[in-house]
């Protein structure tokens, strides 16, 4: 083996390495550290300048967010609308991930083929033939309409996801509990379920966020019944600046968190995506 | 018997709702665009064609993409390298670079937003180190170059997060005896980089590609964040004509055109980046 090379360079290069590190790591959290400034400064301090670069910790800003017409609405609506997609994409994403994983059969190559293909189609734009399609079925500017929509954004990660996570646990483990008189069902439940909970947890809260984060649907198909994102942008040129900010912040706040519970199971889910 | 209908009885749910909720509304919007009461038209096209706005969202809209989306790769690929020689820290590492994943294309605008508007922190910090005397006005309509600067840090901070994923988990399932081969023939890092991991990377770069210019094509929010109306783009003028205008048809028929350049750079990202059979790992 080469020996040489890495211990003549090691220092020079570690360095290098090292700063690039954390100026990537600046890169991501600095944008976001000044969002929080803005957030937890008054809004006086919002609009002045030149402006601080430390908070002032006054939560004059969020209250005011908080006390806006309509927001608590919006965000009580936003979590509906998640709860619901995380709800159906993984009812209608699990099962399916169970049969591509455990099965071989006809049709499956074609199936398979058709979930890669809805991330090859702009999804959002789903929301202008359903606009039409919810007003004929009296789903429009409806809670449930726009999370069958979100659904349809989520289910294809969930259904990736949850395929991933039954191809990781062995078939024998089923066959044993079988053989000791378990039925399918029973087997299921009982042997395999345990096993991937955590995982199905994980593409749930992925659910979760990709409704959470949604605009365009959201923004098209309701108008009473706005979500966060869409109520934040149908209000962007009304609204003052420290208004903008505290909602920017409180839509970034549960995704930061969420990512964090999910971040074992990114690369799982993604490394199935290649093959 | 039984074992025979459980995969299509498990697949029914899923198919059924892709049926309703994929395949139907996308009829739907290109029958919408391409019909009126009387049938077959192309008088929505011609409307859109007309507007003076559509060709300069159109352009936008592909600058912006052309832009951005190498910007990431080259981000990516070196991100993925860093990550792939990490020991210790790997996790917290790489729990911050994905951390735009989560965020939403609004919440990034406004949060570039906070950098660029008048009273920001970019004017400040000009200001405090004595580059300008008074707050410059940097997203007004006179000056689009910096708004297209904006939008372009703003979608590369965003969205490079899924590109290393992506890159990052392809890069796992590449066996590590080929680098170690490499280096035992004397290849350099750099040669390495180049001749074993790209070429293995390839079914990875592929999806990361497609998936991130399809994106790429429907920015939205970031724009409508930092520009309001004055950065037209594809996805904003079909909001508009939905919206505002209330006018479908014309709304579908600018959806057809992002689909038919999705498609068009999907297609072209398959053949250049494709791989031969039996080279798979």
Known sequence: MNTTRPLQYSRRSRWIFWTSVLLLCAWVLLPIYLLVVNTLSSPEAVTQFPKRFVPEMDLTSLEFFASFSGITKAMVNSILVASVTMVLSILIGAPAGYALSRFDFRGKETFRVLILMTRAFPLPLLALPLAVMFIRSGLDDSIFGLALVHTMLAMPFAILITFSLFSGIPIELEEAAWTLGCSRFQAFRKVVLPL???GIAASAIFAFVISWNEVFAAAVLTIEHRTLPAFLLQSLDVSPM???????????????????MVRKYLFAMWGIANR | MEAKKLPYLLLLPAALFLALFFVYPFLLVAWQAFSNEAGFTL????????????????????WLA?????????MALFM????SRMGKGRDIVLYIWTIPLGISDLAAGIIWLAIFEQSGFLNSMLYGLGIVEQPVMFLGYQSLWVIFIAIMLAEIWRATA???VILVAGMGLIPKEYAEAAEVFGASRWQTFRRVTLPLLRPSLQTALILRVILALEVFAVVAALSGTSFPVLMGETYRYQFDLQDGSVAAAIAMVILAVSVVFTLFLLRVLRVPKGAQI
């Open chain 2, 162 to 164: 899924i590109m290393l």
């Open chain 2, 80 to 83: 993925a390298t860093l990550v």
């Open chain 2, 66 to 74: 052309l832009a951005v989306v190498p910007i990431q790769l080259a």
């Open chain 1, 242 to 260: 420290h208004l903008k900010f505290a909602g920017g912040f409180v839509l970034v706040l549960p995704a930061l968190i969420f990512i964090f």
């Open chain 1, 196 to 198: 991937i909970l955590p």
């Open chain 2, 43 to 62: 008088e929505h096209f011609e409307t859109m064609l007309s507007h003076w706005k559509f060709p300069t969202a159109f352009w936008n809209t592909i």
